[in-house]
C-alpha cells in the first residue's frame, strides 16, 4: 500500500539501533525503521541536492568552485533559514501505527524545486513516500542528524554547513524532533 506522508517524528531508538521514522498519512499512521547502512547510501544524494539546488549553489559555483567560502556560508545561511521557519507541532504516536516497516529500499525523485523520498519495505508490500521542499529538507536533516549524534554514529559523512552555524560550533542548533 502506498501512502504520502504529511507529517513524521524522526528520533533515535537506542533498543533497535535505528531510527524510527513516525508518519501520518490519510490512510493512518505507519512507522518506518531506518537502519543507519541505508541512511549513509541515502544521505550523500540528499546532500548533493541541496547543495545543487537554490540561492546557495547559485553564483558562488559550488564547493569546487572560485568562491568556496562564500558557498560554505550559503549553505549555512540557507541551513539556518530553514531551521528558523521550522514551526514544531506534536508529535507522531508510534504506538498507534497501521503499518510498520524495516526500510529496505529508498527512491528518491527531485525537481529543480522539491524532491520526494519513497520509503519501501517490499517484504510487507509496503510505500510511504515523503514529499519535501528545499526547505523542508533541510529541518528533516537537522532533525537526523541530532539523532546521529545521540546515537554516537559516526558523523564523518555530514557536510560541515549542516554541522555548523555561521559564526557557532558545531551541534549547536537544538534538537528538533518532529
Do not use: I, K
Not at 508518519?23 to 512507522?31: F, L
Not at 527531485?110 to 510505500?127: I, K, P, Y
Request: aromatic share 8%; charged share 20%; proline share 6%.
Amino acid at each position: 500500500m502506498r501512502r504520502v506522508l504529511e507529517r513524521v517524528t524522526t528520533e533515535f531508538v537506542a533498543a533497535e539501533d535505528r531510527l524510527r521514522l513516525a508518519g501520518v498519512s490519510a490512510e493512518g499512521r505507519v512507522v518506518l525503521w531506518l537502519t543507519r547502512r541505508l541512511l549513509e547510501r541515502l544521505l550523500p544524494a540528499l546532500f548533493a541536492w541541496l547543495e545543487g539546488t537554490g540561492p546557495a549553489a547559485d553564483g558562488a559555483a559550488g564547493a569546487m568552485g572560485a568562491a568556496p567560502a562564500l558557498w560554505e556560508f550559503q549553505q549555512q545561511w540557507a541551513q539556518s533559514a530553514a531551521l528558523a521557519a521550522l514551526q514544531a507541532g506534536p508529535p507522531v504516536p508510534a504506538d498507534a501505527a497501521d503499518a510498520v516497516g524495516l526500510v529496505t529500499t529508498v527512491s528518491v525523485a527531485s525537481s529543480a524545486a522539491a524532491l520526494s523520498l519513497t520509503f519501501m519495505d517490499e517484504a510487507q508490500g509496503l510505500e510511504a513516500v515523503l514529499p519535501m521542499s528545499a526547505a523542508n529538507l533541510r529541518q528533516w536533516l537537522q532533525v537526523v542528524w541530532r539523532q546521529y549524534v545521540r546515537a554516537e554514529w559516526p558523523l564523518e559523512l555530514w557536510p560541515a554547513w549542516l554541522r555548523e552555524e555561521p559564526g557557532g560550533s558545531a551541534g549547536t542548533r537544538p534538537a528538533y524532533l518532529h
